[in-house]
């Protein structure tokens, strides 16, 4: 059984980090993109970064600013986000899939939806 437990959210100001955790089980990271989608209020479910056998993805509204790293023993990924904005105010979903093209939005028929798991989500507030 695959289990995706997510941590980490919270209430930050603009300019100020937060680090969001992952935990994953009944899967393999060298077989499986593992990393985060978010939801803001009103919008679609979007693809932020993930880590497939040590390469790492990041979308071009984060790139620069976030940072995902994996620990094969410990089974977990970690995404340092710095620098935050107050349109990174979201929900942020631990998501794992063998197929990346999820992460890229919902051209060519990927859509977010359909990634295989998914844990619960995690509240990132960013004031101004």
């Known amino acids: 059984e695959v289990q995706l437990q997510a941590c980490g959210g919270g209430l930050v100001q603009a300019g100020g980090s937060l680090r969001l955790s992952c935990a994953a089980s009944g899967i393999t990271f060298d077989d499986h993109a593992v990393g985060w989608f978010r939801r803001a209020p009103g919008k679609e479910r979007e693809g932020v970064s993930y880590i497939k056998n040590g390469a790492p993805y990041y979308s071009v509204r984060v790139k620069g600013r976030f940072n995902i790293t994996h620990d094969k023993v410990k089974k977990t990924v970690e995404l340092q986000m710095n620098n935050l904005k107050p349109e990174d105010t979201a929900v942020y979903y631990c998501?794992?899939?063998?197929?990346?093209?999820?992460?890229?939005?919902?051209?060519?028929?990927?859509?977010?939806?359909?990634?295989?798991?998914w844990g619960e989500g995690t509240l990132v507030t960013v004031s101004s």
């Open positions: 998501a794992a899939d063998r197929n990346i093209l999820y992460w890229y939005g919902a051209t060519g028929g990927y859509r977010p939806e359909d990634v295989a798991f």
